[in-house]
């Protein structure tokens, strides 16, 4: 199993290389391009000043804590999706991205887990949601087997190595709700 945790702190190049390939469609607009983070931080304790942003955005991180926190990933949401709201004004938006499958040509939650955490966002939390597709352009099939391996897993690698290709599917899930 890939140890993301391990890859967020200790190959951030390598992951920057892998989401740089990713939307070469430019499905999202790169306006925020030239943005930078002035801070990492745990997504339940933002340290951000209350009733700041007209809108907080979560990129696929919130459903991490089904696999790091198997016993309690609702009560860890719960307390990320509070300090989403929380930084808002009061007509702020929150917007939390999240994978529907890599290598999948149409939307599906990648495990049981994640199905779960989107019937969360919806029923419990009043989101509402759609779809996009993020495909991945690699260089070359090394390159995408390499970049792809590092984080999703050899199957997938050798799936890409076995096959040649330089395009993968990405189905991106995008969950909206106003504060």
Excluded at 15 to 20: N, P
Excluded at 102 to 110: I, L, N, R, Y
Aim: hydrophobic content about 40%; charged content about 20%.
């Amino acid at each position: 199993m890939t140890d993301f945790k391990q890859i967020y702190s200790h190959q951030a190049d390598r992951y920057e290389a892998l989401v740089a390939r990713e939307d070469y469609a430019q499905n999202l607009p790169r306006a925020g391009a030239n943005l930078s983070v002035a801070t990492v931080a745990d997504n339940r304790q933002l340290p951000v000043s209350d009733g700041v942003a007209d809108v907080s955005i979560a990129g696929w991180s919130f459903g991490h804590f089904t696999g790091w926190y198997p016993s309690t990933w609702r009560v860890e949401i719960e307390q990320a999706i509070e300090q989403l709201r929380r930084v808002l004004r009061p007509d702020g938006v929150m917007i939390i991205i999240e994978t529907l499958g890599t290598g999948s040509e149409s939307p599906q939650a990648p495990s049981d887990a994640l199905a779960a955490y989107y019937r969360l966002l919806e029923q419990d939390y009043g989101f509402s949601s759609t779809w996009i597709r993020m495909d991945f352009r690699f260089e070359s099939s090394a390159e995408a087997a390499a970049l792809l391996g590092f984080f999703f897993g050899d199957a997938l690698a050798d799936h890409v190595a076995r096959t040649g290709l330089t395009v993968l599917s990405e189905c991106t899930g995008l969950w909206r709700r106003r504060k």
